[in-house]
């Protein structure tokens, strides 16, 4: 990773800096002057509060970066940062000479990816894609190929770079052909055991047939889904908020084909011309603490709307982890083949 890569200008967009931050490797975006000099720095967490707090992917990145980051000078002392990186919690610190400008930048990475996580991960994989038919006719829509591999191994292999490996994969519709493929994950490395749907169960209702969950909250992806997001951010973030779930969510914008008309009583007040509507979506990935999975009621039927809705009306608390990195969820055939030019 070349450090240069994540230096950016203070009048540059916050869409400029998510790509800094996409592109970069590090989850970071450092703000320098003409000069290098430090100005401060826009880490993956605020863009997300940017987001969740509706701000315009055009505003200056001056309203969301950290003004005062934490540094370390040149020549760097490494044992001095990664402390400074444990006792405040963060992932990377910019490194600095006496003049305050950039010329490195320390990251905890290359140890975090040595660990291994027990969590349990579950990827949904028994739908019958009957979008992408006949693609499907033969093959189940995970195991679709995107980019010389299939996408459910991608999905898998994403997780094990950052530690991951425990998994459970719920099938249904031609569950051979992803057991015959995987195997039980010793070509991985990696334990995978499966979850077979004799009827659908719903985007939810496997996680009752999971046995020997543990203690660990368990993360909840569709098998249909290419993504670039970090799962121990996700982790970390579902922890720091103390809920019983939490879901990824994707800002969605669509355009209403029609002039709006807003009006009091039957006055008038404006016509807006097929205005632009923003919301926010579920991306398909979860966070779900393990008591919750213990509760329910083993083999019904439930989609994840309705079991997050039942924590939300008993007030047990779920929060949302907004989603700014890469994400595209293969549904349709314009899909599919975005996603292999993606790979391309």
């Given at each position: ?191 995978i055991r499966y979850i077979d749907e004799e009827k659908p169960l719903g985007t ?141």
């Open positions: 990773m070349d450090w240069k890569n994540l230096l950016i200008g203070p009048d540059a967009s916050i869409e400029a800096a998510i790509q800094t931050i996409d592109q970069g490797g590090a989850r970071i975006a450092l703000v320098v002057d003409a000069d290098g000099k430090l100005l401060g720095t826009v880490t993956d967490g605020d863009v997300r509060r940017a987001i969740i707090g509706h701000k315009a992917l055009t505003e200056s990145i001056a309203g969301v970066m950290n003004p005062h980051p934490r540094t370390v000078t040149h020549p760097l002392d490494r044992k001095k940062a990664v402390a400074l990186m444990n006792q405040y919690r963060v992932m990377q610190i910019p490194v600095v000479d006496d003049l305050g400008r950039v010329v490195g930048i320390e990251m905890l990475d290359a140890a975090v990816s040595e660990q291994r996580h027990d969590n349990w991960v579950l990827l949904l994989a028994g739908g019958f894609g009957t979008r992408l038919r006949p693609l499907t006719d033969s093959c189940p829509k995970p195991m679709l190929d995107v980019g010389g591999r299939p996408i459910l191994q991608s999905i898998i292999e994403s997780f094990i770079s950052l530690g991951f490996h425990k998994f459970y994969v719920s099938v249904h519709y031609m569950p051979e052909v992803i057991k015959n493929h995987f195997g039980s994950g010793e070509n991985w490395n990696v334990t939810a209702g496997s996680l009752s047939l999971m046995d020997d969950v543990g203690d660990l909250p368990v993360i909840v992806m569709n098998g249909d889904l290419l993504s670039r997001v970090n799962y121990l951010d996700l982790l970390k973030f579902h922890k720091e908020h103390g809920v019983a779930a939490t879901i990824c969510s994707r800002e969605f914008a669509y355009q209403v084909p029609f002039g709006v008309v807003k009006f009091e009583g039957y006055d008038v007040q404006e016509i807006v011309e097929k205005p632009l509507q923003k919301c926010f979506v579920s991306a398909g990935i979860y966070v779900v603490e393990a008591d919750v999975i213990s509760e329910m009621q083993r083999g019904q039927a439930i989609d994840m709307p309705n079991l997050l809705q039942s924590l939300i009306d008993r007030k047990r608390g779920v929060c949302t982890f907004p989603i700014h990195e890469y994400w595209l969820d293969i549904g349709r055939f314009s899909d599919y083949e975005r996603a292999n030019r993606d790979f391309e």
